[in-house]
């Protein structure tokens, strides 16, 4: 028992060494792949969100660090152990999963204590892990009751509790939040970052909603198409993105993209066409090699409606999205493209009406053919 | 709201006709339903009113529908005379034992194949759903003479032993334990809990309800038991009610008011159980036949 708690604290003060390493991980479903030389390191304490489309392998990576799954090539450390080969009761990590998998015959202290009754802790220690959990959640008030009886925020607390209570070296979540409403989405969103920042534990958090990711992460795995595409902090994920498809992905409303019709290399600056319209950009260009089916790439909130009617893109208003704080305008320019472009809450634009929109230059991209992204430096 | 009006007033009379000629339909069907309920339960009365007369006026001719002299004389030969505790006895434990061994190993199996990987795990199941199309009776003499060998005739072990292999609940089970989500088998094993723990404490109570009723539909089927317990257990100290009552006779030959009160005697244990857990049973008997209830 006492030995029992004493490899807990080891394991945490490894952790704090050295967190979670994936190196060249591989896997395969039959012929099938699935995950292809993924390597990463998370840091010890590290709130890290795994983001990307459905299908792109990231729930396969979290189980397959959790045990869960088998890993076809490659290892994974967690702490300075080897834990490949490991059975997930051994990994010291605990897990939520996107329908919580409470037991829902027992109640909610019985579901938290189970796993501690399984390796045998004392009575008094499961009683104190469980109280202390309870508190730190919130949810002593429902440890008699089982989970029919609790609504989904609550659920998904006691879930987050019995992975708690393990104290385990890294918290693993898999969509923790998909199956609540917006608003309790909203709200338990910013409770586990509180949890995080109070416990600061590691989490890997898988999820496809990037306002999740951007608002929880300390850093972001961006993975498409069985690799990882980008890891960095939100910002600049959302500022640098690496390749055409992060761009795209992150954002909300997505990023523009515009047909480059003509591309000059000046002094290692891009001077671009588009349409009809020449922009001097100062994006760093050093090391673009062609000159063919280039894109250009703004976020709406980077383009703004230019009140003198001298802005660089001109085009027609069709769609306009009020949303209180913001409007969000479709504009048609006139080589058909439509791009959105943010406006002010009050915007006085009504569709079919003509309009001039201004640049931010220091915002833009450009993607070569590969989807390589270039930015201004 | 002309055409509303127009519409309402040409579809109404074919609403009532329809619903007439449906009224009339369901009250050729009740009627159907009624003489049939009857035609089935008419030789149960008969048996119970049967029982309750005195031998004297159930062999006079005609048909009397009620007993004109009521007694108890048949019961109360056969409680005196007979070893009537005995078989009740013989047939709770056996019962008792086959639906708890029934019930363990089969959920037991179900959980291997349902949950486990491991090389010739189809053709496990394969075999099982075979030996589901297999009768009893086609296996009775290899059971009675492996129970000879094993010198297990005569015993309560030989009346089980037999009755412990039910195919038809290691199905249902692994039906309903390939419909619980993975997550809590994989939740259970990072909960440090084992195969056997996962089994017994997550997916049996998650299953309660399939337990129960597998357990009651198997309760009763072994408590009603007759050909194997009555070639293993030749002795009247083990045999069980289905067996016993052949043997409720005087050298005068057969007794009907003594049979009939015997099979009642037999009967009513099982009676009970049903009016007790109705649902559960007409649940186990849906999932025999393969309609999740």
């Given at each position: 028992?006492?030995?029992?708690?004493?490899?807990?604290?080891?394991?945490?003060?490894?952790?704090?060494?050295?967190?979670?390493?994936?190196?060249?991980?591989?896997?395969?479903?039959?012929?099938?792949?699935?995950?292809?030389?993924?390597?990463?390191?998370?840091?010890?304490?590290?709130?890290?969100?795994?983001?990307?489309?459905?299908?792109?392998?990231?729930?396969?990576?979290?189980?397959?660090?959790?045990?869960?799954?088998?890993?076809?090539?490659?290892?994974?450390?967690?702490?300075?152990?080897?834990?490949?080969?490991?059975?997930?009761?051994?990994?010291?990590?605990?897990?939520?999963?996107?329908?919580?998998?409470?037991?829902?015959?027992?109640?909610?202290?019985?579901?938290?204590?189970?796993?501690?009754?399984?390796?045998?802790?004392?009575?008094?220690?499961?009683?104190?892990?469980?109280?202390?959990?309870?508190?730190?959640?919130?949810?002593?008030?429902?440890?008699?009751?089982?989970?029919?009886?609790?609504?989904?925020?609550?659920?998904?607390?006691?879930?987050?509790?019995?992975?708690?209570?393990?104290?385990?070296?890294?918290?693993?979540?898999?969509?923790?939040?998909?199956?609540?409403d917006a608003?309790?989405?909203?709200?338990?969103?910013?409770?586990?970052?509180?949890?995080?920042?109070?416990?600061?534990?590691?989490?890997?958090?898988?999820?496809?909603?990037?306002?999740?990711?951007?608002?929880?992460?300390?850093?972001?795995?961006?993975?498409?198409?069985?690799?990882?595409?980008?890891?960095?902090?939100?910002?600049?994920?959302?500022?640098?993105?690496?390749?055409?498809?992060?761009?795209?992905?992150?954002?909300?409303?997505?990023?523009?993209?515009?047909?480059?019709?003509?591309?000059?290399?000046?002094?290692?600056?891009?001077?671009?066409?588009?349409?009809?319209?020449?922009?001097?950009?100062?994006?760093?260009?050093?090391?673009?090699?062609?000159?063919?089916?280039?894109?250009?790439?703004?976020?709406?909130?980077?383009?703004?409606?230019?009140?003198?009617?001298?802005?660089?893109?001109?085009?027609?208003?069709e769609i306009v999205e009020r949303?209180?704080?913001?409007?969000?305008?479709?504009?048609?320019?006139?080589?058909?493209?439509?791009?959105?472009?943010?406006?002010?809450?009050?915007?006085?634009?009504?569709p079919n009406?003509?309009?001039?929109?201004?640049?931010?230059?220091?915002?833009?991209?450009?993607?070569?053919?590969?989807?390589?992204?270039?930015?201004?430096? | 709201m002309n055409h509303n009006q127009t519409s309402q007033s040409t579809t109404k009379p074919n609403h009532t006709q329809r619903d007439r000629f449906i009224d009339i339909g369901g009250l050729i069907l009740s009627l159907v339903t009624i003489v049939g309920a009857i035609i089935w339960a008419?030789?149960?009365?008969?048996?119970?009113?049967?029982?309750?007369?005195?031998?004297?006026?159930?062999?006079?001719?005609?048909?009397?529908?009620?007993?004109?002299?009521?007694?108890?004389?048949?019961?109360?030969?056969?409680?005196?005379?007979?070893?009537?505790?005995?078989?009740?006895?013989?047939?709770?434990?056996?019962?008792?034992?086959?639906?708890?061994?029934?019930?363990?190993?089969?959920?037991?199996?179900?959980?291997?194949?349902?949950?486990?990987?491991?090389?010739?795990?189809?053709?496990?199941?394969?075999?099982?759903?075979?030996?589901?199309?297999?009768?009893?009776?086609?296996?009775?003499?290899?059971?009675?003479?492996?129970?000879?060998?094993?010198?297990?005739?005569?015993?309560?072990?030989?009346?089980?032993?037999?009755?412990?292999?039910?195919?038809?609940?290691?199905?249902?089970?692994?039906?309903?334990?390939?419909?619980?989500?993975?997550?809590?088998?994989?939740?259970?094993?990072?909960?440090?809990?084992?195969?056997?723990?996962?089994?017994?404490?997550?997916?049996?109570?998650?299953?309660?309800?399939?337990?129960?009723?597998?357990?009651?539909?198997?309760?009763?089927?072994?408590?009603?038991?007759?050909?194997?317990?009555?070639?293993?257990?030749?002795?009247?100290?083990?045999?069980?009610?289905?067996?016993?009552?052949?043997?409720?006779?005087?050298?005068?030959?057969?007794?009907?008011?003594?049979?009939?009160?015997?099979?009642?005697?037999?009967?009513?244990?099982?009676?009970?159980?049903?009016?007790?857990?109705q649902r559960?049973?007409t649940k186990?008997i849906m999932l025999?036949a393969g309609v999740k209830g």
């Amino acid at each position: 028992m006492t030995q029992h708690k004493q490899n807990n604290n080891d394991n945490h003060s490894t952790a704090n060494q050295s967190g979670i390493n994936l190196s060249n991980v591989c896997k395969n479903f039959g012929n099938i792949k699935i995950l292809e030389n993924i390597s990463l390191h998370i840091n010890s304490g590290e709130f890290i969100v795994f983001l990307g489309p459905s299908g792109c392998g990231k729930s396969t990576l979290l189980r397959m660090i959790a045990g869960l799954e088998d890993i076809d090539e490659g290892q994974i450390h967690i702490g300075d152990r080897r834990v490949d080969q490991l059975a997930p009761n051994k990994r010291g990590i605990a897990m939520v999963f996107q329908n919580y998998a409470l037991y829902p015959h027992m109640t909610v202290r019985q579901n938290m204590s189970f796993g501690l009754t399984n390796i045998g802790t004392d009575k008094k220690e499961i009683i104190r892990r469980v109280d202390e959990a309870a508190s730190t959640l919130e949810i002593t008030q429902l440890l008699d009751r089982r989970p029919a009886e609790l609504s989904g925020g609550q659920r998904q607390r006691v879930a987050i509790g019995r992975a708690i209570v393990r104290e385990p070296i890294a918290f693993l979540l898999d969509e923790p939040l998909s199956n609540l409403d917006a608003a309790l989405r909203g709200r338990t969103r910013i409770e586990l970052a509180q949890l995080h920042q109070r416990i600061k534990a590691t989490m890997v958090y898988v999820t496809h909603d990037q306002t999740e990711a951007m608002t929880l992460a300390n850093r972001i795995v961006i993975m498409n198409n069985r690799k990882i595409e980008q890891v960095g902090t939100p910002m600049e994920i959302y500022s640098k993105p690496v390749s055409r498809f992060v761009a795209g992905f992150i954002g909300s409303p997505a990023m523009n993209f515009m047909p480059i019709t003509q591309f000059t290399n000046k002094d290692g600056k891009a001077n671009i066409s588009i349409g009809t319209t020449n922009i001097n950009t100062d994006i760093n260009v050093t090391d673009l090699t062609t000159d063919h089916s280039l894109t250009f790439g703004v976020r709406p909130d980077a383009l703004s409606v230019a009140e003198n009617g001298k802005g660089q893109l001109s085009g027609t208003v069709e769609i306009v999205e009020r949303l209180g704080d913001r409007t969000l305008l479709h504009v048609r320019l006139s080589d058909n493209t439509i791009i959105v472009a943010e406006d002010i809450g009050k915007s006085r634009l009504e569709p079919n009406s003509a309009v001039s929109l201004n640049i931010n230059l220091s915002e833009t991209h450009i993607f070569d053919k590969q989807g390589k992204a270039y930015h201004v430096s | 709201m002309n055409h509303n009006q127009t519409s309402q007033s040409t579809t109404k009379p074919n609403h009532t006709q329809r619903d007439r000629f449906i009224d009339i339909g369901g009250l050729i069907l009740s009627l159907v339903t009624i003489v049939g309920a009857i035609i089935w339960a008419f030789p149960i009365y008969w048996t119970l009113i049967t029982s309750f007369k005195p031998e004297t006026e159930v062999i006079v001719e005609g048909i009397s529908l009620f007993p004109k002299n009521f007694t108890l004389e048949a019961y109360t030969f056969i409680w005196e005379n007979t070893n009537i505790a005995g078989w009740y006895l013989n047939s709770f434990i056996t019962s008792s034992f086959i639906t708890f061994g029934v019930i363990i190993s089969s959920a037991g199996c179900a959980y291997i194949i349902s949950q486990l990987n491991f090389p010739g795990r189809r053709l496990l199941y394969i075999l099982i759903l075979g030996s589901f199309m297999v009768p009893i009776q086609a296996l009775i003499v290899n059971h009675f003479i492996l129970m000879a060998q094993f010198k297990l005739l005569n015993t309560w072990a030989g009346i089980i032993l037999p009755q412990l292999i039910v195919p038809v609940v290691v199905i249902v089970y692994k039906q309903f334990f390939d419909a619980v989500p993975k997550e809590f088998k994989e939740a259970a094993q990072l909960d440090n809990a084992s195969h056997f723990k996962i089994l017994f404490k997550i997916y049996l109570p998650m299953n309660w309800g399939v337990t129960s009723a597998l357990a009651i539909v198997t309760f009763i089927g072994a408590w009603n038991a007759f050909l194997w317990p009555f070639l293993a257990a030749t002795g009247e100290a083990t045999m069980t009610v289905p067996v016993g009552i052949t043997q409720v006779k005087n050298s005068f030959g057969i007794v009907y008011a003594r049979t009939m009160a015997s099979a009642v005697l037999a009967g009513l244990p099982i009676a009970v159980v049903y009016l007790l857990f109705q649902r559960r049973i007409t649940k186990a008997i849906m999932l025999s036949a393969g309609v999740k209830g």
